[in-house]
């Protein structure tokens, strides 16, 4: 199996029993929030096991700064082992153990396992108590391209049959957002992290574009203020 497959088998897909749904931004009423969704930790094993083979990876972890997880996952290519790391903060909920699963879903992210679902548009959806935070009344369905192949719901009705244009099936963001972001920070560091937070708080590349747009426009505000 050559790179190009490989890499086309890491991003297929799942299906909908192998994603889970949480909470994201909420309204000011606490009665609605942004459905987030995740791959769980099974599906990403199950999906290393059926490509590499279960002893042709491997993961392990570290603690970062006190309260973080750092999770690298390795892959065996032709002998030689690759490993790609990312990392999380502790749960509110289960600690620690929150804490390693989630860094280990952001090191498949960086394999490319699961990532096309950054690219889900943002739906609010109703929600409930939880202990100290909020869960999901019902959890929503996937548009026919995030679902693998000849999937039907059992009750299937009509869905979305493309991603939007902008962001078709990539998981690269557009050069126009580079273009806007180099032009507001005057560099590109730190540009993959921003990306990353921005996707945590929901935001699709659309949105990303119109939150610098907007801060340019502030930062030109600024300066025209400056001057006088």
């Known amino acids: 199996m050559d790179a190009q497959e490989i890499m086309k ?14 909470v994201g931004s909420t309204n000011g009423e606490k009665t609605k929030g942004i459905a987030l969704a995740y791959v769980t930790n099974r599906a990403i094993m199950n999906r290393l096991d ?17 309260n973080s997880q750092l999770c690298g996952i390795s892959v065996k290519v032709e ?4 490993t790609k790391w990312d990392g999380a903060d502790d749960s509110q909920t289960e600690a620690v153990k929150g804490g390693l699963s989630d860094a280990m879903k952001r090191a498949g992210y960086q394999w490319g396992i699961g990532r096309y679902l950054y690219n889900l ?17 019902s ?30 099936h990539t998981d690269i963001p557009p050069p126009t957002l580079k ?10 560091d730190g540009f993959e992290d921003w990306i990353k ?11 990303m574009q119109e939150i610098l747009a907007k801060g340019l426009l502030t930062k030109a505000q600024e300066q025209k203020q400056e001057a006088k």
Request: charged fraction near 35%; aromatic fraction near 16%.
């Open 9 to 22: 088998r890491l991003q297929e897909p799942f299906l909908p029993e192998d994603i889970e749904w949480r």
């Open 50 to 66: 059926s490509i590499f083979g279960p002893f042709g990876w491997r993961n392990e972890f570290r603690e970062w700064k006190g």
């Open 121 to 137: 548009d943002n739906v609010w959806v109703d929600i409930v108590p939880a202990g100290k935070s909020f869960r999901l009344k």
């Open 139 to 168: 959890e929503p369905r996937l548009p026919a391209w995030a679902l693998p192949d000849g999937y039907e719901y059992p009750d299937a009705q009509k869905r979305p049959s493309e991603p939007p244009k902008e962001e078709q």
């Open 197 to 207: 937070k921005q996707q945590e708080k929901g935001h699709n590349f659309k949105q």
């Open 179 to 188: 273009a806007k972001y180099k032009q507001f920070k005057g560099s590109m």
């Open 79 to 82: 002998g030689e082992w690759i």
